[in-house]
């Protein structure tokens, strides 16, 4: 069921201007906020299980139709399992940490050793491109905190490890900045635009 | 030529006249005996004036002494023209008609003015009249023995009779002379024949004056009048002479020549030009007309002098300008302006009901803004598409370079991993970065059992890293007797702190008892506000389910600033940031300290240096770890990954650097084969 515009709409406005207020009023409005906040949490919670289910669902509809449902069987099989085994371990039983180390960790674990292999492979062939100025600046720049990033075998008398400091203090740090500042306008004008209704992202 | 005037009408009469044209009184006598005075009298001889050709006389005095009728009959026209001033065709054939019709116009009869009334003796006035007047009379009475009909009844020689022939005559001029039939050879003077072929008009002369042909005024003056004294009546035909001053003059020369042929041996050139051109032979020329007079020669433009051309208006010397504007097509369509073009129009542009411009639908696009909307086109259906998956074809089908990477490096990897050399030293403790000191310092300074806030906010996958890198400070916190309360705002963290936790009591083959996971907060940036704001109300059990609170010691634990410090491990950099922003504030005093990933790192620096530090410590990854290890003389995980770590690194630095020369090599070939192919 979804609201109606105009109500979903005051409904978002009213509490995000009561929520903005209670920075400038925490005292009088200070409990209200936490109140407020308190219900988000529950809400978003509420929330992630729904997405659980969501999903779910969706794989048993692939399941039932025909159509690659082997991985969507095994998705269903191995949610079951778990959900069973943490029920009934809790989680920080020892057969759930079990999963966790000897199934979660692994298969994440190879999956970024995976992006590392595609990124090397990706950084090898980067100079068979177009060449410019600024791919230059890109793979040059990317060599030296690789270098400086450890003690090299074969490789003495050279400070990369200071090279690498100063990339990533100075000029690694002036463009960062840059971007929170980006970041944090970006998120004020969002702010402000939900406020005024101009954004609704909770009517759909 | 000198002229007399009448000293008793006033008429001037030519020089040579005997008797006033008008008057009929002796001229001769008037100047020999006459109540003129001498000074007068003298003016009026011919002898004490010098002869002036009547030409130089301005056109009024020559309209003065136009001859009147009366003069023209006193003045018998000889019957032949003399033979050095040859008359006009038209001007021989009046005169006999003139004689064969000396009688007084219709018109005049109608009038009453008639010749036999003309000879009546007029009554003399009783007393009144002067003296000059008398003898006036006198002279008048005694010209009477003479009619009037002897001054019209000059025979002409039978040459020149009334069967004169009329070829020559115009049509309008032989109408004239057979239908109007004037009555006396004054009325066929003003017919008009000289004046008439100087008239352009092409319009027959007035019928002559008739009973019926005249005109209303002329007819009610001939009823009205009653007939006038013979003195006055010659006067009344000066007006139908006078029509033209020039043509009397002639008439009169022409009248005197053949009244006294010496002297009408006069001078041919006396006469007009035009005249003395004429020949009896020659047939009158056409009355001239406008359209004839385009075909003459044309005369040479008038030369104006100098001054008078810089004296002549500047509108007419300045070109003339045309001040319409072309682009104006507006044509006036109504009111008294319709067919003007240019005009203002009568009422307001926007007033006017006129047919909208059509506007074309179709969008003015650019080719290159087409093949940019058909790549976006292609690339939204493109996302709605499934993708086949390649059905994988064997090792065989594998690149063979992606194949020789993954090997070189599971070969540094493994190789370091079990020879277990220590082929490269730890980092120096001198070189210990500041972030990484201000971290072992504020860990020095933690009160004993005091509660510290552990975030585990790192993804298993990053585990390998984050393990190594957060391991050694947990165990540095351990050996504080901290107690750690850990939660995470991703649902796998309390399952990855459970993970470190576990890692660090098998290498310490202890489980550390001083800890409370508090699991997952959910809610992103709100989560974490909410929990700084009130802990216990944002996560009011533990993982274990009971009420971790109540617990010592998180019974003193109501706000996030009871906590001795706050260690954030991530390797999210968005997750870094919003403990920051979110929870940075409420902590007060004491410190919120990080261990990062590499790839965190960027983002998370620029917050450890700024001017009140809002991250009070930091480790980097294996770099940081190392570093702290260094510096507490620790051997931890980090001097377990360190070798592989490097070899790791040194593997990559080769291939990239390698695979990116030969590429480079081809990129170059093929440059340099496809410029040779051009």
């Given amino acids: ?204 | 030529m000198a002229e007399i005037r009448c000293t008793n009408c006033g008429t001037v009469n030519p020089a040579g006249a005997k008797v006033c044209k008008s008057c009929r009184a002796d001229l001769v006598a008037q100047s020999g005996d006459s109540g003129l005075p001498d000074w007068l009298s003298g003016l009026s001889s011919d002898d004490t004036l010098p002869s002036q050709p009547a030409s130089d006389l301005p056109d009024w005095l020559s309209r003065l002494g136009s001859p009147s009728p009366s003069e023209l009959s006193g003045a018998t026209p000889s019957a032949e023209p003399p033979s050095g001033a040859p008359v006009p065709d038209w001007l021989s054939e009046i005169t006999p008609r003139d004689k064969g019709d000396a009688t007084v116009p219709d018109w005049t009869e109608e009038l009453g003015i008639t010749a036999a009334k003309a000879e009546e003796p007029t009554q003399p006035p009783a007393t009144d009249e002067p003296e000059w007047l008398r003898r006036v009379r006198a002279r008048q009475q005694a010209e009477q023995s003479q009619p009037a009909e002897d001054f019209f009844s000059a025979e002409p020689p039978p040459s020149a009779g009334a069967a004169a022939p009329e070829e020559g005559l115009p049509d309008w001029l032989s109408r004239m002379g057979q239908s109007e039939a004037p009555a006396s050879r004054q009325e066929a003077f003003t017919g008009a024949q000289p004046f008439a072929q100087f008239e352009p008009s092409e319009e027959p002369p007035a019928p002559a004056a008739g009973a019926e042909g005249l005109p209303d005024w002329l007819a009610g003056l001939g009823e009205a009048a009653s007939p006038p004294p013979a003195s006055s009546s010659t006067p009344a035909f000066t007006p139908a002479f006078t029509s033209d001053a020039d043509l009397e003059d002639f008439i009169l020369d022409a009248s005197a020549e053949s009244e006294t042929p010496p002297a009408v041996s006069a001078e041919p050139a006396e006469l007009p030009e035009w005249v003395s051109q004429l020949s009896p032979d020659q047939e009158l020329p056409e009355p001239a007309r406008p359209v004839e007079s385009a075909a003459e020669p044309e005369l040479p433009p008038a030369q104006l002098p100098s001054w008078l051309e810089a004296m002549r208006p500047v509108e007419s010397a300045a070109p003339i300008v045309s001040f319409r504007d072309e682009k104006d097509t507006y044509v006036e369509s109504a009111g008294p302006l319709a067919g003007l073009r240019g005009v203002l129009p009568a009422e307001a542009e926007v007033a006017r009901q006129r047919k909208p411009p059509t506007y074309s639908v179709k969008l003015q696009v650019s080719e290159a803004q087409q093949a940019h909307l058909a790549m976006l086109d292609a690339l939204l259906k493109s996302e709605g598409q499934a993708k086949p998956i390649a059905s994988a074809g064997g090792i065989a089908a594998l690149p063979l370079l992606r194949v020789v990477i993954a090997l070189a490096l599971a070969l540094a990897v493994f190789w370091t991993l079990w020879s277990d050399l220590d082929m490269v030293a730890m980092p120096s403790p001198d070189k210990t970065p500041a972030e990484v000191g201000d971290l072992i310092n504020w860990v020095n300074a933690l009160p004993p059992q005091s509660p510290v806030l552990v975030a585990f906010d790192y993804e298993p996958a990053l585990s390998g890293e984050m393990d190594a890198a957060a391991k050694v400070v947990i165990e540095d916190m351990m050996g504080r007797q901290a107690h750690f309360v850990t939660l995470s705002t991703s649902p796998l963290g309390p399952m990855v702190a459970e993970h470190l936790f576990g890692l660090i009591a098998e290498t310490q083959q202890v489980t550390y008892p001083h800890r409370t996971n508090l699991g997952y907060l959910p809610g992103g940036p709100s989560g974490l506000f909410g929990f700084a704001a009130n802990p216990r109300s944002a996560i009011p059990l533990g993982l274990s389910g009971g009420d971790d609170w109540q617990t010592p010691p998180l019974q003193a634990v109501h706000s996030i600033a009871d906590f001795a410090m706050l260690l954030v491990i991530t390797d999210n950099a968005d997750t870094a940031r919003q403990w920051i922003e979110q929870v940075r504030p409420w902590l007060g005093d004491k410190p919120l300290t990080m261990v990062v990933s590499a790839q965190a790192e960027p983002l998370v620096r620029p917050y450890y240096h700024t001017g009140p530090k809002q991250v009070n410590g930091l480790v980097v990854s294996l770099m940081g770890s190392s570093a702290y290890e260094a510096r507490r003389g620790l051997l931890g995980l980090t001097r377990a990954y360190w070798d592989s770590f490097s070899a790791t690194i040194l593997v990559t630095l080769f291939l990239v650097l390698l695979g990116g020369s030969i590429n480079l090599l081809l990129a170059w070939l093929a440059e340099r084969k496809q410029t040779g192919a051009v």
């Fill in chain 1, 1 to 204: 069921m979804k609201a109606k515009a105009p109500f979903s709409t005051a409904i978002a406005i009213g509490f995000g201007l009561l929520t903005l207020l209670a920075y400038f009023l925490p005292n009088l409005l200070g409990f209200l906020r936490d109140l407020l906040i308190e219900w988000a949490l529950g809400i978003v919670a509420f929330a992630l299980l729904i997405g659980v289910v969501n999903l779910l669902a969706v794989h048993w509809r692939k399941v039932r139709s025909g159509a690659k449902g082997v991985y969507s069987a095994v998705l269903i099989l191995s949610f079951a399992v778990t959900l069973i085994v943490v029920a009934w371990n809790k989680p920080t039983g020892q057969w759930s940490l079990w999963l966790f180390d000897y199934v979660q960790i692994p298969v994440e674990a190879s999956l970024m050793a995976v992006v590392a292999v595609a990124l090397i492979y990706a950084a090898a062939r980067l100079l068979r491109r177009r060449m410019n100025g600024m791919l230059w600046v890109f793979f040059i720049t990317a060599l030296l905190i690789l270098a400086g990033s450890a003690p090299l075998y074969f490789v003495q008398g050279v400070d990369l490890q200071g090279l690498r400091s100063f990339i990533a203090n100075a000029l690694a740090v002036a463009g960062a900045r840059g971007i929170l500042l980006g970041v944090a306008l970006g998120v004020v004008a969002t702010g402000v635009r939900i406020l005024l209704g101009a954004d609704r992202p909770y009517s759909g």
